[in-house]
């Protein structure tokens, strides 16, 4: 009987030890979350505004900054309905949760593909529209 004591409070702290790991490293990572998106929202906002300073068009570098900094992570929904279905959880999404659980990313709208296409069709077109939104996708890309 007299084992048990002596490896129970060991395991009993080895688990404490572990949760409290698994809190600071939560956390941790809901703090970096809360960063990102205020980075986005940034860069969002200097798009927007280094296209309004090439362009003179408010409502196309408003299109631009949201091009740039926040549709490009719309891709971070696939993420979560592959972790959790279609079982949508607004706290789930923004904590993170779909990273934790399935251990991978789908960033599938980052790609600079999108940009050199935008650029490509920019110099064929001669559309300013196109232009504007190649500006907000390359400053979002290069940013983030």
Do not use: C
């Amino acid at each position: 009987m007299l084992g048990i004591f002596t490896w129970l409070p060991a395991f009993l702290y080895y688990i404490m030890l572990k949760k409290v790991r698994q809190i600071i490293v939560l956390l941790f990572f809901m703090f970096q979350l809360f960063l990102h998106i205020l980075f986005h929202i940034l860069i969002s906002l200097i798009a927007g505004f280094i296209v309004y300073k090439l362009y003179n068009q408010l409502f196309l570098s408003i299109i631009s900054a949201l091009i740039g900094g926040i549709i490009v992570d719309f891709d971070h929904f696939i993420d979560y309905f592959l972790a959790f279905g279609f079982n949508f959880k607004l706290s789930f999404f923004t904590n993170g949760f779909q990273f934790l659980k399935n251990d991978k990313m789908y960033i599938l709208l980052h790609g600079w593909e999108y940009a050199i296409i935008f650029l490509i069709l920019s110099l064929i077109f001669k559309n300013r529209v196109i232009k504007i939104i190649f500006a907000g996708l390359t400053l979002g890309l290069f940013f983030i």
